[in-house]
């Protein structure tokens, strides 16, 4: 029995270690400026805990599979040295690894929250609602229109409760469905919720971050790669949840300014 | 003096001749065990029926599951899972889970009917107390499961019912009206019972011992559940007013939790200035210790079980264990903000609350390789109950693992809310404690009925629950790595759509699990009735449960007064004739502790 | 009074009924607006791109849709005030169809107690979301190929509907104690027939302009004509 | 089945009786502890909701301070003077215990002291619900401000968690009515480390309060 306990542990931690390293699953490839310091991130954290499951998962088969029944025949050994020398390889391995993987972590943290916004980055509104996101672009006057929750009204697309009667910032604010932004130029979202709690998570940037209602969240970042990604809802926001998503096109610059051209013309 | 007037004060009732009070409102602490341990059963099998719903709906969205469409003809049609509905399984799988399954069966559960014999006392401190606190659960319980007959059906915004999803009321979505207030109402009777148990628990612990049961001589399990009750009585003495706070947001109009400005269903709601990241950080300073008012025991029945399948004292006795254990205990008060990191709470704080959380690993670990290493040279004996314990030392491996990531805020924000969050905490606070449920029920039955029950069945159990574990649970974590989101009834993104095959093999293997656990409980009603006669220490252990008949009689010990000479690990002592010497054997061995 | 009067009694009372059927009289007329209504929005349905697709010219804002000669679609017209005698429902479905991620029709005119059936022709799942005050509030999700929601309702009232699913599908249940209205179409024309002789108050309702109303007094077999004419706004 | 042999009824009953001063004084030390225990758990309850109270004064916005009801400084003087009774109580009541060997009822002595303290404590609870209509008549309701919402949700909780002490003493009074040996002074001293932490309990929130209005 205790043979093939060990078996089956070490051809399970030979699976996972597979399918982990051959990244049979993996994250898809990053397009942000800060991405690639999450990845190192994940990479070593990946090769640091993976030795420590190997470890784990190696020794206990072996155990097994060494003392395993004997009937009471065998002669039991204790272990040499107690408790002492595991006690220190603990503390010692597992804290300097800890050590290490918080200090890259905070300067991957850093990287994300800490880094000064560009002043020329892009502003853009983003509102999450059951079940959608939508993205305010301040128009041609580069000014947001007050938001006033009594005036929404989403039979006439008025989700923002924006007042163009008596607003004139409001009237040439662009209000779209999917988010659009030109590559390589910096682009500040200003995160806040209709209703209830949402989240806003696009793998590809490597970002994800809570709408919490009641409080506008800033995040800034900068997209490298043109192309067409998703962002979908993280946080448990009702029972459309699993279909709460818009798209992220990322375009060149001249393509933005022709499709910005175009929404305001529309509006 | 008269016996009559002798009873008003003796506070150990006296052997109960009613049919309702030695079964139903029995003061006896064993039939109190047995009653959450089969509260427990039954929750696990409805909660592990909610998940069958769940899986089969992530695997063949269409499919048609008949019995739904009887239960709730609006959450499930003509028996297809409609998205809310989902969402009340999901609620419902995670509570009924967390708290009837696995705060219940091994802390209420086995801590009843063991902690009181193996510290040799006659029964709890407050057998009274203790009654109500099952019935307490129980009505919790029930108020649980009436989710499911209300019109509404059950709540929708998942076991940690964030506001203002969960605040609003009906506005919010189906299942957000009384659904919600039956699922406060259940939240807080069970915190009112835990709370009143935890006070008997340590009590017990502390006033109750019999002589010579010092506190190093204490069995480990006792340790677990003595550490779990003070870890819980500080959780649940938070969770209470911070449900009592969402309830009034609910039912009174207050605003604690919710902001003004909110626009539900078309309707401006009439709040103002509340904060949900409030509720977040009440909810979670409760919540984070609850994974180890789950785990804890685990780790006191394990350090129990072990050694008398090894036939070995665990490397360092009963003190680095225990000093691990109370390391955990302390350390979980203070990282309840990592499960906050993207939440919007000031990033500063995220890295405050990263590091205790990294530490958190060190006495898992420490725990880990003392449990490992003292396999070393032993003489390992695999019937069931030491083949779950040897489980759970791979599962805790495993789950412990994914903590390394989840612990870093960096990592955290893009693996927050995936199906890596969702495979880790399976590991670790769903399996490994199942597996120590199931080390103790295979381990203690025969002390709890007098039989013993079925080994092979009870294998064939352990095999494919062993590997199914890993079936279900580790690709969850690689579907993590790819961004596959958490709490999704339906996979409609782009990305999600080539991994509805995984799922697929996920639900494939979660059925078969479950078939699975139908051979436990075969095993566990034919060994009740037909099960082979148990000697009363079938195993060869050495702590006090042992040192009495099988089942043991109403005070225990019958009247006997015992003395504690040893500690509870004396396996394989040198100068010894036996292999283990009892802890009530007066013959004079060093004591090694 | 002996049989025979009785039944020359009844005989009469038939034959009365009887000749007031031909000559009931009919309201007709046509609903305009002045003022520049709102420009049609266009809706952006890239969250759900199997509705998106069935759309090849996109679709747009209904809650004031307007046609040639200033007419005004999705209006409801129906007698307010002085019809008599009607209180069955008619036994007959109302249906409302899920098309393309719009309601169809925009607004949907039934009678108290009349049955609504709600159908889902999209390859995605709804929520039926009626946002009533004055009936039972509902919500009920129907997911693709899933079996017709049945519903009635017992008051008066224009209950707005909604997806939260989708958040721009927005819609009407004009829910009336009247048997006689009618749901203006694309020329804004609307016909009340079947009137029995009477003085009757017409009431015109529009989501965004609101309801006006009109006293009118018809005669047998006569013919009326009535125009509602709204005032726009472009915001 | 049983290895052990279940004793004789009558040598139980024995053993019963030998056993009523051990079980006795076992029950009331984990009395003492559990209450201890009991008066952590509570501390902790209100101190998460006083520091849920400094959080949401200071993330919202709407934030109105109001005039706390004068009659709570006389509730306040109410339960501290409770506390100095239920001692005195206790100080007689302990002294006869210790030189009683007779069937005294020990409630004969400083039993006046113990109802006093009772008095007084329905008496804050009355006065509790004076201030509430206080507040109700200058239309301050639970859910008018969060400052009134925390006030109400202090003052009925720890309300009740009075009560639930009264209920103590009574337990306490009923077994000091017992003859001797079985009344003894000590449920009474477990009912007292709860009535003196009801009363520091109630300084604490009304000194929190008075800080923050």
Redesign the interface.
């Known amino acids: 029995m205790g043979k093939i306990f060990a078996v089956v542990v070490v051809a399970i931690a030979i699976a996972t270690a597979y399918f982990i390293v051959g990244h049979v699953y993996w994250m898809p490839e990053d397009i942000s400026v800060h991405g690639h310091v999450i990845d190192e991130q994940i990479i070593e954290t990946t090769a640091g805990a993976g030795i420590l499951f190997l470890l784990g998962q190696f020794v206990l088969a072996a155990f097994v599979f060494l003392y395993g029944d004997s009937k009471g025949k065998r002669k039991l050994k204790a272990w040499p040295g107690g408790a002492k020398p595991l006690i220190w390889a603990a503390v010692v391995l597992i804290g300097i690894e800890i050590l290490t993987l918080s200090f890259i972590g905070s300067k991957a943290w850093g990287a994300v929250y800490f880094s000064p916004v560009d002043p020329s980055a892009l502003p853009i509104d983003v509102q999450a609602e059951q079940f959608a996101f939508y993205f305010r672009y301040p128009g041609p006057d580069g000014r947001f229109g007050g938001t006033h929750p009594e005036l929404i009204d989403e039979g006439s697309q008025n989700y923002f409760g924006l007042d163009p009667a008596n607003d004139v910032a409001a009237r040439d604010d662009i209000v779209v469905a999917s988010l659009t932004i030109p590559v390589n130029k910096p682009v500040l979202l200003t995160l806040h919720s209709k209703d209830v709690g949402h989240s806003f998570y696009v793998r590809e940037l490597r970002i994800q971050q809570d709408f919490v209602p009641g409080i506008m969240i800033p995040i800034h970042f900068t997209a490298t790669k043109t192309g067409k990604y998703e962002i979908v809802c993280t946080q448990l926001c009702g029972l459309g949840h699993y279909n709460m998503k818009a798209y992220l096109n990322v375009v060149s610059q001249d393509e933005f300014d022709q499709w910005l051209k175009g929404q305001s013309s529309g509006q | 003096m008269d016996q009559a007037s002798t009873q008003k004060v003796v506070p150990h009732h006296e052997p109960p001749h009613s049919f309702i009070r030695k079964y139903i409102f029995s003061l006896d602490h064993k039939v109190i065990g047995k009653q959450y341990l089969g509260l427990g059963l039954v929750a696990a099998f409805v909660g592990m029926a909610l998940s069958w719903a769940m899986r089969i709906h992530l695997g063949w969205p269409d499919a048609s599951i008949p019995l739904l469409s009887k239960l709730s003809s609006n959450g499930a049609p003509g028996g297809v899972i409609t998205p809310e509905y989902y969402l009340s399984l999901m609620t419902m799988h995670g509570t009924i889970m967390a708290f009837f399954v696995l705060t219940a069966a091994p802390l209420s559960g086995f801590g009843n009917y063991f902690l009181p014999i193996q510290v040799g006392a006659e029964d709890m401190a407050f057998p009274r107390m203790n009654m109500s606190s099952f019935w307490i659960t129980f009505l919790g319980f029930i108020l649980a499961a009436a989710t499911f007959v209300i019109p509404d059906g059950p709540p929708i915004s998942g076991w940690t019912a964030y506001p203002p999803l969960s605040a609003v009321g009906p506005d919010a979505g189906p299942g957000q009206g009384w659904g919600q207030n039956l699922w406060g109402l259940s939240i807080a009777c069970f915190t009112i019972a835990s709370l009143l148990g935890a006070l008997n628990f340590l009590a017990t612990t502390l006033d109750m011992r019999t002589k010579g049961m010092t506190l190093s001589r204490l069995p480990l399990s006792v340790w677990g559940w003595f550490i779990t009750a003070a870890l819980g009585l500080l959780a649940f003495a938070v969770l209470l007013p911070c449900a009592l706070l969402l309830m009034l947001d609910r039912l009174a109009g207050t605003s604690f939790y919710i902001p003004g400005g909110l626009v539900l269903s078309d309707k401006l709601q009439p709040h103002t200035g509340g904060s949900p990241l409030l509720f977040q950080h009440l909810f979670w300073f409760f919540g984070h210790p609850e994974v180890y008012l789950i785990i804890l025991p685990a780790f006191g029945i394990i350090g129990h079980v072990l050694p008398t399948f090894i036939r070995k004292p665990l490397i360092g006795g009963w003190r680095v264990l225990t000093a691990c254990m109370v390391l955990i205990a302390f350390l979980s008060l203070v990282v309840w903000g990592h499960h906050m990191f993207v939440s919007g709470m000031s990033p500063y704080s995220a890295m405050l609350f990263s590091v205790p959380t990294m530490f958190i690993t060190i006495p898992s670990i420490i725990a880990m390789l003392i449990w490992i290493f003292s396999l070393y040279g032993a003489d390992i004996r695999f019937s069931t109950p030491s083949l779950f314990s040897l489980g759970f030392l791979s599962l805790f491996v495993s789950g412990g693992i994914g903590g390394f990531f989840l612990a870093q805020p960096s990592i955290d924000s893009y693996l927050h809310a995936t199906y890596f969050v969702v495979g880790h905490f399976h590991f670790t606070m769903g399996m490994s404690a199942v597996f120590a449920i199931f080390a103790g029920f295979y381990y203690w039955f025969p002390k709890m009925t007098g039989r013993l029950m079925n080994e092979t069945l009870g294998k064939v159990h352990f095999w494919f629950s062993f590997i199914g574990m890993y079936g279900i649970f580790m690709p969850m974590h690689f579907l993590g790595f790819a961004g596959h989101v958490r709490r999704y009834s339906a996979l409609v993104d782009d990305y999600l759509i080539p991994l509805i095959p995984t799922q697929r093999f996920i639900s494939i293997v979660a059925l078969i699990v479950g078939a699975a656990q139908l051979v436990f409980f075969f095993n566990f009603i034919w060994s009740y009735y037909k099960g082979k006669k148990a000697a009363d220490n079938p195993w060869e252990a050495t702590t006090l449960e042992w040192d009495t008949a099988s089942p043991p009689p109403f005070d225990n010990f019958g009247g006997r007064h015992l003395t504690v000479y040893h500690g509870p690990m004396e396996y394989n002592v040198e100068g010894s004739k036996g292999d283990y010497v009892m802890q009530t054997s007066p013959e004079p061995i060093g004591e090694k502790t | 009074m002996n049989r025979i009067s009785l039944t020359m009694l009844v005989v009469l009372l038939i034959t009365a009924i009887t000749a007031a059927a031909p000559g009931s009289g009919t309201i007709e007329g046509k609903v305009t607006y002045t003022g520049t209504p709102a420009k049609p929005k266009v809706i952006d349905m890239s969250k759900e791109p199997s509705c998106a697709k069935m759309h090849s010219t996109p679709a747009t804002t209904a809650n004031a849709v307007t046609g040639p000669g200033n007419s005004l679609e999705y209006v409801v017209v129906y007698i307010s005030a002085g019809a008599t005698g009607e209180t069955t429902a008619p036994a007959s479905a109302v249906t409302f169809d899920q098309k393309g991620c719009e309601y169809l029709p925009h607004v949907v005119a039934l009678q108290v107690g009349q049955e609504l059936k709600i159908t889902n022709s999209d390859q995605t799942s709804h929520n039926v979301h009626a946002i009533a005050k004055a009936n039972r509030e509902w919500n009920k999700s129907q997911t693709p190929g899933a079996a017709p929601i049945t519903e009635k309702f017992d008051k008066e009232e224009f209950i707005p509907v909604k997806c939260n699913v989708h958040p721009w599908m927005h819609g009407y249940f004009a829910v009336l104690s009247t048997s006689h209205f009618v749901v203006t179409g694309s020329d804004g024309g609307y016909k009340l027939p079947n009137l029995p002789p009477g003085k009757y108050t017409v009431s015109a309702w529009q989501e965004s302009y609101g309801t006006q109303t009109q006293e009118i007094t018809i005669a047998a077999g006569e013919t009326k004509t009535v125009n509602f004419v709204f005032q726009a706004k472009p915001y | 089945?049983?290895?052990?042999?279940?004793?004789q009824s009558t040598?139980?009953?024995d053993?019963?009786?030998a056993?009523?001063a051990a079980?006795?004084s076992?029950?009331l030390?984990?009395?003492h502890?559990?209450i201890w225990?009991?008066v952590?758990?509570?501390a902790?309850?209100?101190a998460?909701?006083t520091s849920?109270l400094i959080?949401?004064q200071g993330?919202?916005?709407?934030?109105k301070p109001f005039v706390l009801p004068p009659i709570l400084y006389l509730n306040t003087f109410l339960l501290l003077t409770s506390s100095a009774t239920l001692e005195l109580a206790r100080k007689q009541i302990a002294g006869a215990a210790a030189n009683s060997q007779s069937e005294t009822r020990l409630l004969s002595h400083g039993g006046k002291w113990l109802y006093a303290t009772l008095g007084l404590a329905l008496l804050f609870v009355l006065g509790q619900t004076l201030a509430w209509h206080n507040l109700a008549a200058q239309g301050l309701f639970?859910?008018t401000n969060?400052s009134c919402?925390f006030f109400y949700?202090f003052t009925a909780?720890h309300g009740l968690h009075v009560l639930g002490g009264v209920l103590g003493l009574l337990y306490a009074n009923r077994r000091l009515t017992?003859g001797f040996?079985?009344a003894t002074a000590s449920p009474l001293s477990v009912a007292a480390v709860y009535w003196h932490f009801m009363g520091i309990l109630w300084v604490y929130l009304f000194l929190i309060l008075r800080i923050r209005m």
Not at chain 4, 1 to 7: A, E, G, L, R
Not at chain 4, 59 to 63: A, I, L, Q, S, V
């Open positions: 089945m049983s290895s052990v042999t279940y004793p040598a139980r009953a053993a019963v009786s056993r009523v079980s006795r076992l029950t030390k984990a009395s502890t559990a225990l009991a952590c758990a509570i902790m309850s209100f998460a909701l849920a959080v949401r993330t919202g916005m709407d934030w639970l859910a969060p919402s949700v909780l017992l040996p079985f």
